[in-house]
């Protein structure tokens, strides 16, 4: 047989729960408060469009044309990448070290 139920009005909260509950209140209301601040973006057919207000990953580079000074480039023969590890760039150095890995000699 099923136990009876308590209903939450009766049930005790603790200090714990009463400022979680407080913090969350906050957080939607600082949400909400954020959304009405800066509008709902609309799309190009006249509907309310999401949009993701932050990318995610590392920022671009300041770099204008992403030009990278040539003592920062990859050693690599007509690469234009910035080297960040060993003198290549990232995508030379993951292949350098997957061939390494394959057993070949280094370079």
Do not use: F
Not at 13 to 20: E, H, K, R, S
Not at 41 to 58: D, E, L
Not at 80 to 89: N, V
């Amino acid at each position: 047989m099923a136990r009876p139920r308590k209903e939450l009005s009766k049930v005790p909260l603790t200090p714990t729960m009463v400022n979680w509950a407080e913090a969350l209140g906050d957080a939607i209301g600082r949400g909400v408060l954020r959304a009405m601040n800066q509008g709902m973006p609309s799309g190009a057919n006249g509907h309310n469009v999401m949009v993701a207000s932050r990318r995610r990953g590392r920022p671009p580079k300041a770099l204008a044309g992403n030009m990278v000074a040539a003592d920062r480039r990859c050693t690599m023969p007509e690469c234009t990448r910035e080297q960040r590890s060993k003198g290549l760039c990232s995508a030379h150095y993951q292949a350098e070290r997957r061939r390494l890995l394959a057993g070949g000699k280094p370079a």
